[in-house]
């Protein structure tokens, strides 16, 4: 089994993706005159310093591409994902030897969740084993469907990447109330699964294609 995001995290990283800043609060309004000899405050004093630099405006993260199951799998990413790791996997949980990581972009207000785990029993996929394919998909719907019970997968077709074969679940949920389109992007190689989870809320279907 995969290492996933609960539902509960899914949807924090939902609402708050596209939120716009808060705009900084208006300077204090001085009233009266100072008295005689009285010092600014440290936050005029600092507004009030030509010598103080202005906040540095971090550029957007570059485009990139994320490779899987030994690099036959390759996913483009545009500008502007921020990249962090998921927790390693936990043999109490199912999930020992799953490792991934979460791409974020609030720009998008999109989450896509890349990860890899290896198969149980040892087992070993060929690259396009169809057999394989529709039964780890299966499996997948029915963990979606136990961690949001609105999970309603609303296509699935099988794809091909050079010699790999893919199995695409479109679905929508709603995590904690919050609305989703979800596609998933299954492939299996040799003892590992693959799974691409691009999670975009419901109401700005534009970014999700």
């Given at each position: ?15 708050t ?11 204090a ?25 202005a906040?540095?405006?971090q ?6 591409t ?57 087992l ?6 169809k057999v ?14 136990q ?27 709603n ?35």
């Amino acid at each position: 089994m995969l290492r996933s995001l609960s539902a509960s995290c899914l949807a924090s990283l939902l609402l708050t993706l596209g939120a716009t800043a808060s705009a900084d609060p208006a300077p204090a309004k001085t009233e009266g005159a100072a008295p005689a000899g009285a010092q600014p405050d440290s936050a005029a004093a600092v507004q009030a310093d030509p010598a103080t630099p202005a906040p540095v405006t971090q550029p957007p993260a570059p485009p990139q591409t994320v490779r899987l199951l030994q690099g036959k799998l390759a996913i483009e990413l545009p500008e502007g994902f921020n990249a962090a790791p998921l927790p390693p996997g936990d043999a109490s949980e199912g999930t020992a030897g799953a490792s991934g990581m979460l791409y974020t972009s609030n720009e998008r207000r999109q989450v896509v969740v890349v990860s890899e785990a290896p198969l149980p029993g040892k087992l070993a996929a060929a690259d396009d084993d169809k057999v394989f394919l529709q039964g780890a998909a299966q499996g997948y719907v029915t963990q979606q469907k136990q961690a949001s019970a609105e999970y309603d997968v609303t296509a699935q077709d099988s794809l091909r990447s050079g010699s790999l074969g893919l199995q695409r679940i479109n679905a929508r949920g709603n995590y904690a109330g919050t609305p989703t389109l979800n596609t998933s992007l299954l492939a299996g190689s040799g003892p590992k699964l693959a799974v691409v989870q691009v999670i975009s809320r419901a109401d700005d279907a534009q970014s999700h294609q």
